[in-house]
Each structure stands twice: as C-alpha cells, then as structure tokens.
C-alpha cells in the first residue's frame, strides 16, 4: 500500500485572501512504512510575508524570492504523488494533519494552473483521528509527538519535510504500531530441540482442612434465617 504524507508551509491561513504556498513537503509511505522518497520544494509565493507566519516557519521574502514559483514544482510534486518509483501509476493515498487546511492551499494553486483538485476522498485527515483516540487532549502535532515519544527536538520552527516526516511516525502510532513504553514480556522456557520444556510444580492443595470447615460452619450461625434453610 502506497501512501504520501504531505505537509505546506504558507503565507496565512485563508487561500481566499491571497494567501499563498512557500513550502511543500511529502514522504512516501509503503505498508505505512517511509520508503525514503520524498519531495521538497520552497516555493516564490509572488507576495509579501506577513509578520505573523514569518514567526511560524521563519522564511523570509529575500529567500523565497529566489525560489520557484509554484507551476515550475506542479508538474514534479504531482508525478511523487501519483507515480511509484518506477514511474508507473500509482496515485497513493494522502496523509496529513488537519488536512483540510493543506488540501485547500493546494487546490487554490492547482486552480490557478487549471488542474483539477486533489480529491477529497484520497485524503486521510489524521486530526479527527487524533480527536477520536483521546478525546479531550491536546492534538497538535507537537502535544501527538509528546504523547508517541517521538523526537520531535528539531522542530524549533514549522518545516513542511521536518513535520511530514514526524507526522509519518505519529500516523503509525495512531494506526496502534508504535506505543510508547511498550516492551515484549520474555518468557524463559529450557528448550529441547524446538520443544518447549514446561516447569512442572507440585499441585497446591484446594480442599479445606477441618479447621476451615468449621470456622465456616461457625460463621454461617451467625447469620439469622439464611436463605438456604428455608
């Protein structure tokens, strides 16, 4: 099974409002396990970079200006999405956290380029997911992290490849494969060939002694009109 976890970077919150993409980022997941494919892009969002989501990713509008604009990445980040290694179609499956956020920036752009949008229907969206198995807690990708023990000390900044690469590992922890403080029991046994010896015990005595007996018979006088004397 093929899948591609899939992050962006912007320049806001509303693609409505102009707000473009400045980074892409995607790994290739196969049987949720990372191939080590990925595609990376900064990307010229032809704009200026508002303060506020300058302080989330830290990319500045002098770097950004030497970038690709987004119809020169299209055509690659495409192909990683819908083509194996070998080039063969293969559309995979698409990952992300609060995934209606990315999937909108990208179909805006992909609008812009009169290509069709990605579907909705091939996006797993791994915060409801998130919400679903503790609900209540925290569910960022950083409070997922703390909770998976995944090291996630890099991420000082927002990065479109640094954070689908510790989604892909929060993804598997919320499939049920990687949890946190899990540790296989070893069980001892002697071996005789491929046969398991057993250890024998002597069997422990289940008959009460008659000292027992009637300290129970003397218990139950105690009790008046019981139900089994009637």
């Not at 196969?30 to 080590?36: A, F, T, Y």
């Not at 900064?42 to 950004?64: C, I, K, Q």
């Not at 559309?91 to 805006?108: E, G, K, T, W, Y």
């Not at 046994?189 to 015990?201: D, K, P, S």
Request: glycine letters at 6%.
């Amino acid at each position: 099974m093929r899948e591609i976890v899939l992050d962006t970077e912007t320049t806001g919150l509303e693609p409505e409002e102009g707000h473009r993409i400045v980074e892409l980022g995607a790994i290739e997941l196969i049987n949720h396990v990372p191939s080590g494919r990925v595609f990376h892009a900064y990307v010229n969002p032809e704009r200026d970079m508002p303060e506020d989501a300058l302080r989330v990713h830290g990319l500045t509008s002098a770097f950004l200006r030497e970038q690709p604009v987004f119809a020169e990445v299209a055509e690659g980040f495409l192909a990683f999405l819908d083509q194996d290694q070998a080039g063969a179609p293969q559309p995979a499956r698409l990952v992300a956290h609060n995934a209606s956020f990315d999937v909108a920036f990208i179909n805006m752009e992909l609008g812009r380029l009169g290509r069709p949008p990605l579907p909705v229907d091939r996006v797993i969206d791994t915060l409801p997911i998130a919400r679903q198995r503790f609900p209540g807690a925290p569910n960022s990708l950083d409070a997922l992290c703390r909770r998976f023990e995944v090291d996630a000390s890099a991420r000082t900044k927002h990065g479109a490849l640094l954070d689908s690469e510790l989604l892909a590992e929060v993804y598997l922890g919320l499939l049920g494969g990687r949890q946190p403080g899990l540790e296989l029991i070893q069980v001892r046994v002697r071996r005789v060939g491929q046969i398991a010896e057993r250890v024998r015990r002597e069997p422990r005595p289940h008959v009460a002694s008659a000292e027992e007996l009637a300290a129970h018979a003397a218990l139950l006088e105690l009790i008046k009109d019981p139900v089994w004397r009637l």
